[in-house]
């Protein structure tokens, strides 16, 4: 066995890949463990990596270093992707809310570190570094140390900030999986329910089908485009029954009173446009009628289609092909001209079979595409992202530039791409699990390498030189805001638990605890409250940072 001696001992690739991934793997064992009917989760790789630390085990600084970052890159870019689609919708209707909320729960945050700062005796250079771990907030650190380089205070006052930050970030990442289940617990939150309820609440009704019968004289004559309750889009005629004769409907289409439609739209756009048109029939279903016409299923998949409107692509006549519904992450679309297609969307058109055969084709329709990630957009999405992080912005008041960094540059770069999903031949779509697979990857490394750098000598700091007193104080700059808002949030503007959750780990800018969050809801809401609220979160703990040094530190 001196090969494994060997691999445990001697410094090389293979020994930190080996240590990182039986980090790991212990973590992800310890997170299942249930106690009292809660687990930590993808937490459970923090306190792997703690343990390991502890006793010695770790890897060459260089390898951390980059397996922290990179792994926090795969982990914030697959979030983007996986709420970018949703993103805009989401911040015109909760958008405001939430970012006054984590607005507030940062200036409570500066409110606590004065106040513990001035009650315990701790010299602000220390507060300020567990105002960032506490809140685990590594570029609010550097802008502290920047700030304290540009007063010229001393050598040891420069390093207490570090030491801070070391003693206070464990506690930060524990203390908001703590509050989360506090409220969970305090308001006997059913996290099924309330998920479901939510989804509910944002998904379009599902479409539906209906036969009209024209009993309205007023009508005959009259083509399609110009009855009410369809030239307002939301409901699509796709087949008309006249004198016996199932046809294709198109807009020109002239319908006489006994004509049979058959419509697709909402419940309610259905009911409306039989007030106009006439009585529906049930014993009626023109779709089983022989004939030439037929419907299909199609999956856009050719670069050449996607970005393109229906109305654009004018299948109606080209093909002599009618569209009914395209169906979008598993939500029903009515087919309006202005809808654009995007990679994946299913796409249902009703016509002869040599009319879809056009449109098989020119939507590629290959489901195997739908299993094969865009490596090269991936790669193109993050080296994007990282230039954005890296863009300086100056604050008024602020004398040191505002940067994004790996994990804001990442996030936004994600959402915004994924949102306009394809760029000529580059399409930002990810299948779901290989999405899930980056995500827990990505976040799992990260969580590895805190571990194994905290963990050495991390219990000499805590039990000698004032180390226990700080990680109090640090749990009360965690606990306090957090606390204070997740009740607000829930007492005062009723937000679901959800909700609280992507805010909270959002306005700690806490990838770990948004992880925690997903695994425990089963369910994207949190990462969309997260994208909400970090890019305003991360300015705010930057500029608090060196606020709370240029004014209070002496």
């Given at each position: 066995m001196s090969w494994l001696s060997q691999l445990l001992s001697t410094p090389s690739v293979a020994h930190d890949v080996f240590i990182l991934s039986l980090v790991a793997l212990c973590g992800l064992a310890l997170g299942r463990i249930r106690l009292y009917g809660v687990s930590l989760g993808i937490a459970g790789v923090l306190f792997s990596g703690l343990l390991f630390g502890h006793f010695g085990v770790g890897v060459s600084k260089a390898v951390l270093e980059f397996s922290r970052e990179f792994g926090l890159i795969l982990f914030v870019y697959a979030v983007g992707l996986q709420v970018g689609p949703g993103?805009?919708?989401?911040?015109?209707?909760?958008?405001?809310?939430?970012?006054?909320?984590?607005?507030?729960?940062?200036?409570?945050?500066?409110?606590?570190?004065?106040?513990?700062?001035?009650?315990?005796?701790?010299?602000?250079?220390?507060?300020?570094?567990?105002?960032?771990?506490?809140?685990?907030?590594?570029?609010?650190?550097?802008?502290?140390?920047?700030?304290?380089?540009?007063?010229?205070?001393?050598?040891?006052?420069?390093?207490?900030?570090?030491?801070?930050?070391?003693?206070?970030?464990?506690?930060?990442?524990?203390?908001?999986?703590?509050?989360?289940?506090?409220?969970?617990?305090?308001?006997?939150?059913?996290?099924?329910?309330?998920?479901?309820?939510?989804?509910?609440?944002?998904?379009?009704?599902?479409?539906?089908?209906?036969?009209?019968?024209?009993?309205?004289?007023?009508?005959?004559?009259?083509?399609?485009?110009?009855?009410?309750?369809?030239?307002?889009?939301?409901?699509?005629?796709?087949?008309?029954?006249?004198?016996?004769?199932?046809?294709?409907?198109?807009?020109?289409?002239?319908?006489?009173?006994?004509?049979?439609?058959?419509?697709?739209?909402?419940?309610?756009?259905?009911?409306?446009?039989?007030?106009?048109?006439?009585?529906?029939?049930?014993?009626?279903?023109?779709?089983?009628?022989?004939?030439?016409?037929?419907?299909?299923?199609?999956?856009?998949?050719?670069?050449?289609?996607?970005?393109?409107?229906?109305?654009?692509?004018?299948?109606?006549?080209?093909?002599?092909?009618?569209?009914?519904r395209v169906t979008r992450a598993g939500i029903e679309l009515t087919a309006r001209p202005q809808l654009r297609l995007q990679f994946g969307d299913q796409v249902r058109a009703v016509g002869t079979k040599e009319a879809l055969d056009h449109v098989a084709e020119f939507l590629g329709n290959s489901l195997k595409r739908l299993d094969h990630p865009f490596i090269g957009s991936i790669f193109v999405g993050i080296a994007l992202g990282i230039l954005l992080g890296s863009i300086p912005f100056s604050v008024p008041g602020v004398p040191v530039p505002v940067k994004l960094g790996l994990a804001g540059g990442p996030l936004l770069a994600a959402i915004l791409l994924s949102y306009i999903g394809h760029i000529g031949p580059l399409v930002w779509y990810l299948p779901s699990g290989a999405n899930t697979a980056l995500r827990e990857l990505g976040i799992a490394l990260f969580l590895a390498c805190v571990g194994l750098h905290s963990g050495e000598g991390f219990l000499e700091t805590l039990l000698h030189g004032g180390g226990l007193a700080w990680m109090g104080c640090a749990a009360v700059i965690t606990l306090a805001p957090l606390l204070t808002v997740a009740i607000a949030a829930r007492r005062i503007f009723n937000l679901n638990f959800a909700t609280i959750c992507g805010l909270l780990a959002g306005s700690m800018t806490d990838p770990p605890a948004l992880a925690f969050a997903g695994s425990m809801t089963d369910s994207e809401v949190p990462s969309v409250a997260y994208a909400t609220v970090y890019p305003l979160v991360m300015i705010l703990r930057i500029v608090a940072a060196q606020i709370i040094v240029l004014f209070f530190a002496r």
């Open positions: 993103f805009l919708n989401s911040l015109r209707r909760e958008g405001l809310r939430l970012n006054l909320l984590a607005a507030a729960l940062v200036l409570l945050g500066v409110g606590s570190t004065l106040l513990v700062a001035w009650l315990g005796h701790i010299p602000i250079p220390v507060a300020v570094g567990l105002f960032s771990g506490a809140t685990t907030n590594t570029p609010s650190l550097a802008a502290a140390q920047q700030a304290i380089g540009d007063m010229n205070l001393s050598g040891i006052a420069a390093r207490q900030p570090g030491l801070g930050y070391a003693v206070a970030y464990p506690f930060g990442v524990i203390g908001i999986i703590v509050s989360m289940l506090l409220v969970r617990r305090v308001f006997a939150v059913n996290i099924a329910q309330e998920v479901a309820d939510l989804e509910e609440q944002s998904t379009p009704d599902p479409l539906d089908s209906l036969h009209i019968e024209v009993s309205n004289r007023n009508l005959d004559g009259v083509a399609l485009h110009s009855i009410p309750g369809l030239d307002d889009e939301k409901v699509i005629v796709s087949r008309v029954l006249q004198n016996g004769c199932l046809q294709l409907a198109r807009p020109d289409t002239v319908v006489q009173q006994g004509d049979v439609l058959l419509a697709v739209g909402e419940q309610e756009d259905l009911a409306k446009l039989c007030l106009v048109v006439g009585e529906p029939r049930f014993d009626l279903n023109l779709r089983d009628m022989t004939g030439d016409i037929s419907w299909r299923h199609f999956v856009a998949t050719k670069p050449e289609a996607l970005g393109k409107t229906l109305g654009a692509l004018d299948w109606g006549r080209r093909y002599g092909v009618v569209v009914t």
